[in-house]
């Protein structure tokens, strides 16, 4: 089985290093390159055709934000996952605007970040738990004064439990737990709440249902 691609984008040798070593633990994971500037990114890039990138914000020359925006226009089957310091709602809304798939904060534990990794691998998103709640509230903030429209089919009470649950970033088990459920029972909510409302992972289904306000925080 060949193991999965990652080029690391990031200006810091010391982390990079870092994160090459934490990531070589992994046996299906393989850090083919290592960029620290915007440039070399997008050389980089081109060349390796990375399965996953890591990418700083904050880059000599071209910024994060915009070489994600050019790599995705060129390479959209590779995955951009932000790593950054910036916690900043600005900075994550236009990272995910640029395409990254996830964003993640560097005070991130090695856990988290395989985690980040294997969603992105799945083609999910993937926010860090110290910025998804401040995502929730600028979608929740534009949402104000907005009417919902429902797409597809509606939800049933019980799918409406689960949707603000999984919202609240609840993982299967813990719905399972709160709704005295069985978790065969929450993994089949959640599919046909997917479904039912055109989404794919369940960071998707979070911002739909604040965004629509169909959950309250």
Do not use: W
Not at 154 to 182: D, F, P, Y
Not at 192 to 215: C, E, M, P, S
């Amino acid at each position: 089985m060949s193991k999965i691609p990652i080029l690391l984008v990031d200006d810091h040798p010391l982390l990079r290093e870092g994160l090459r070593k934490v990531l070589e633990l992994e046996p299906d994971l393989e850090v083919v390159g290592e960029a620290g500037t915007g440039e070399e990114a997008l050389q980089l890039a081109r060349s390796l055709r990375p399965r996953i990138i890591i990418m700083d914000i904050n880059l000599p020359g071209i910024n994060g934000i915009e070489v994600t925006k050019m790599i995705k226009a060129e390479l959209p089957e590779t995955e951009i996952l932000a790593l950054t310091i910036h916690d900043d709602e600005e900075y994550m809304l236009e990272m995910v605007r640029a395409g990254a798939r996830g964003y993640i904060l560097k005070d991130v534990d090695p856990g988290g970040l395989i985690k980040a990794i294997q969603a992105a691998l799945r083609g999910e998103s993937y926010l860090s738990p110290g910025i998804a709640g401040k995502a929730f509230g600028v979608l929740n903030r534009l949402a104000r004064g907005g009417e919902y429209q429902p797409r597809g089919q509606a939800l049933t009470r019980r799918e409406q439990e689960v949707l603000e649950l999984i919202a609240q970033g609840c993982s299967n088990a813990k719905i399972a737990s709160l709704l005295a459920i069985s978790e065969k029972t929450v993994k089949n909510h959640v599919t046909n709440i997917f479904r039912k409302i055109g989404v794919k992972d369940r960071t998707q289904a979070a911002l739909y249902a604040i965004k629509h306000k169909l959950v309250h925080f």
